[in-house]
């Protein structure tokens, strides 16, 4: 089992940049793929981003790639995403993830355990 809690949102105009957190609890987490989600209000979660056990594979939705970087240190039990050039669209809460998987994947239901999200907000 993962405990996942997300931190490091905020308010931030655009073109910033913002770095999340999700601190991970449970011997699982190393070796689990791990996701960050992010839901709009009215609309879908959607994935954003995705990392294997390792850290040496990633894969990013098209509208966030080249400005999102998500990475993870086992050791520490964390994954960050790093958000840069943040517009206005990027405004949502934003979800930490954990797949039972062991191939990076977009749907929601491959992850089991999810954080409580934490809220970025991109004024124009």
């Known amino acids: 089992q993962v405990q996942l809690v997300e931190s490091g949102g905020g308010l931030v105009q655009a073109g910033d940049s913002l770095r999340l957190s999700c601190a991970a609890s449970?011997?699982?987490?190393?070796?689990?793929?791990m996701g960050w989600f992010r839901q709009a209000p009215g609309k879908e979660r959607e994935f954003v981003a995705g990392?294997?056990?390792?850290?040496?594979?990633?894969y990013y939705r098209d509208s966030v790639g080249g400005r999102f970087t998500i990475s993870r240190d086992n050791a520490k039990n964390t994954v960050w995403l790093q958000m840069s050039s943040l517009k206005p669209e990027d405004t949502a809460v934003y979800y930490c993830?954990?797949?039972?998987?062991?191939?990076?994947?977009?749907?929601?239901?491959?992850?089991?355990?999810w954080g409580q999200g934490t809220q970025v907000t991109v004024s124009s």
């Open positions: 449970g011997r699982a987490f190393s070796t689990s793929v």
């Open positions: 990392i294997n056990w390792s850290g040496a594979s990633t």
């Open positions: 993830a954990a797949s039972v998987g062991s191939v990076i994947k977009t749907a929601r239901s491959t992850y089991r355990y």
